[in-house]
């Protein structure tokens, strides 16, 4: 069986946060959970994360799926491993991981097992070439290039300081050897910590094969300990992520302004515009247009449906509609087919029908809209008495004019027209008509009346 140990157990002190380093966000994914997907994809079968600050916001964010194990004390890497040795069998595999590098791919991970196994290695380093490996792990290899072992920046001698392949971080074990190189390994060094890469000579000392795979690019090795760090590793995978995209069939106009998570899913044919921010889960269809200046969150765009200078927020919009400029589909707000949500419109845990349009300047919230309804400029869903919410119903067909107020809970039935300016308190029967308004009164000569009695009380 394939397991992963994940070392993320660090505080961060660097980050200057009061949240574990590991839970930060790239793209809007932890950290952790980027490294614990890329190794779910390369075919690991089990999970084991560290933990030691932060602990129950780790667990949080990683999931039930995952083991976790405490580190109390971080006493060196070999030590953080040695806290999941309950959960290593000798017959395991086993990838020890970093969580803060949340820009390792799963594609390095499946090409590292593959050498692994097919070099029959006890354990196996990935490793990468710098032009400046001033802080790294060294990798020293023999006469034969084989690995000989690997020496931390501040033990290593002027010789080997020079060497310019470094160490990732990145392991794996058989996990006989590895449980039995835990138990040996010291800590006699300049840090007075338990290094793991010491298992390598202790591995070697006891007829174990030892290889190290150079199939990694600096870039996906990339710790991130600082904010700083952060902002680099989100503009990398920001990169990776747009590239994608346009590989599958989209297209980014500027993917400079486009910000996109690493878990969205977007169709073929469909035009991103500049300024779009897409997080969290959101789909979006095929041959769709997204922005200028759009937000979704959670959300879900069926195909040929465009979004324009809008926000979507766990709402969802089906096909062949439109909606914006700047409108507004708050939670559970549900757009049908053929719609029309129009500018400074605004929609709230409510849904509209195939084919219903409210064009411009109105609040539906709390309602369930038929098909074809025509819900015009300025009208109101008034759901909210000041403690309770309600809700209203309009049926296939119906119109609201301008102005018009529906006071929940109410229902206009299929068919009826509601007159421009209405405040509708009752039931509106199908097919009917209904005026909610004072009839117009002109008083002559009221701005003459006004003018010398305000003169009068000045004097």
């Not at 033990?155 to 050897?177: L, P, T």
């Not at 590239?243 to 977007?266: A, F, L």
């Not at 700047?326 to 419109?345: Q, T």
Request: with cysteine; net charge negative.
């Amino acid at each position: 069986m394939k397991k992963a140990i994940i070392l993320a157990a660090g505080k961060g002190t660097r980050m200057k946060s009061a949240h574990p380093k590991v839970v930060h966000k790239v793209c809007g994914k932890e950290m952790v959970n980027h490294v614990v997907n890329a190794a779910n994809d390369a075919g690991v079968n089990e999970t084991i994360v560290v933990l030691g600050h932060g602990i129950e916001e780790v667990k949080e964010a990683v999931g039930e799926d995952v083991k976790s194990v405490v580190q109390k004390e971080q006493l060196g890497t070999a030590h953080a491993v040695k806290m999941a040795n309950d959960h290593i069998d000798e017959e395991d595999t086993v990838v020890v991981l970093c969580g803060d590098t949340p820009l390792i791919e799963s594609d390095t991970l499946k090409d590292f097992f593959r050498y692994h196994d097919e070099g029959d290695f006890a354990v196996t380093v990935l490793s990468t070439s710098v032009d400046d490996p001033t802080g790294y792990g060294r990798i020293i290899r023999d006469e034969n290039k084989e690995l000989l072992k690997i020496v931390e920046q501040k033990d290593a001698s002027e010789d080997e300081k020079k060497v310019k392949e470094i160490n990732s971080g990145i392991y794996c074990f058989n996990g006989k050897f590895l449980k039995e190189s835990l138990a040996k390994v010291d800590n006699n060094n300049a840090q007075g910590e338990y290094y793991l890469p010491d298992t390598i000579e202790i591995i070697r000392a006891a007829s174990g094969k030892a290889g190290a795979y150079m199939g990694a690019s600096i870039e996906e090795l990339m710790g991130v300990n600082s904010r700083n760090q952060l902002s680099s590793a989100e503009r990398i995978m920001r990169r990776r992520i747009n590239e994608k995209h346009m590989t599958n069939g989209v297209t980014i106009i500027d993917p400079d302004t486009t910000y996109i998570d690493s878990d969205v899913e977007i169709g073929c044919d469909t035009i991103v515009l500049p300024g779009c921010m897409l997080r969290a889960n959101s789909k979006i269809g095929v041959g769709c247009e997204i922005g200028p200046q759009t937000s979704m969150e959670n959300s879900t765009v069926g195909d040929y449906t465009n979004v324009k200078k809008s926000e979507m927020i766990n709402a969802s919009v089906a096909d062949h509609t439109n909606v914006g400029p700047y409108a507004y589909l708050r939670p559970k707000a549900e757009i049908g087919n053929h719609c029309k949500v129009g500018d400074f419109v605004e929609v709230k845990n409510a849904k509209l029908g195939d084919g219903s349009k409210a064009s411009h300047l109105s609040y539906i919230g709390d309602a369930e809209v038929g098909k074809n309804v025509n819900i015009g400029c300025g009208v109101v869903f008034v759901n909210y008495d000041g403690k309770n919410k309600f809700r209203s119903i309009v049926e296939d067909n119906a119109f609201i004019g301008s102005n018009s107020n529906l006071v929940a809970p109410v229902t206009v039935k299929k068919d009826a027209f509601i007159a421009t300016g209405s405040t509708i308190t009752e039931d509106v029967p199908a097919a009917c008509l209904a005026i909610a308004r004072e009839r117009q009164v002109i008083k002559e000569g009221w701005v003459e009346k006004k003018r010398k009695k305000d003169e009068e009380k000045s004097k």
